[in-house]
Each structure stands twice: as structure tokens, then as C-alpha cells.
């Protein structure tokens, strides 16, 4: 047997979410970045789909692909965060009208590989 101690005390794993906040921040909330494992990343391309109104999440280690976002880690390690105001200037998405949170769903693009996606027209009911 291969036992692995627990150490998860105060992180909470059930909330698999994106948030977005009133000043165009992203946030990867606990059970997302855990099951996604962002820790190992610390960049993120952002994607916009103007029909579907889906905003679109690709995590990189490299930051020099053109127009990546850092990703800020929280100290404890619960969650990550990104600050995204240029991205939701150019696509003229609302930050008050969007703030909350999304439950995020994966697509796997030809091109472009693995790709995480919120629908704004999806807000997770609080």
C-alpha cells in the first residue's frame, strides 16, 4: 500500500468555480484549482467566444507566449487569481453585470488543445 497523508485541513475541495469580480479580476476558486492542479502553472491565455459569450482559460508554464496573464497564487495554496481588465475592455464585457460565480466546463480544441470555458450567460445562482 502507498498511504499519502491528508493535508487539505482548511481548503475547501467542493467548490469548483471561476469567479469574476466588479474589478475585472478572475479568480480559480479551491476545487477547481485542485482538481486542475494550477499550482503547476503560473500563466493563463485567455479566449473570448463573441456569439457564445464564453470566455475561454488555457494554463501555460511558459510566459512568453504572446498575451498571457500571470497567475497570482494565494500563500495557503487554496486558489489562484488574475487581473484580466485589458481583456474585458477589448471584448466590452461588464464586469458589475458579470461578477460571480461559473461553473467551468472543458473543450478540447484542435489547434489549441485543452481549454477550460465559462458562459456568462451561466452565472452559478448564490
Known sequence: M???PF???HKRFSRN????TIVCGIGFNSG???RNK?????YVLLFFDKEQQAIGFQFLKDGKVPGVL???HEPRGNSGSTSAS???KAYDIDAKTSKGRYEPKEHVDQKLGK???ISLKEKIKE
Open 86 to 88: 485589458a481583456f474585458f
Open 115 to 117: 481549454i477550460f470555458y
Open 17 to 20: 468555480s471561476i469567479s469574476i
Open 32 to 34: 477547481f484549482y485542485f
Open 7 to 9: 493535508q487539505g485541513k
Open 70 to 72: 500571470k497567475i497570482n
Open 38 to 42: 494550477i499550482e503547476n502553472f503560473d
Open 2 to 4: 502507498k498511504f499519502e
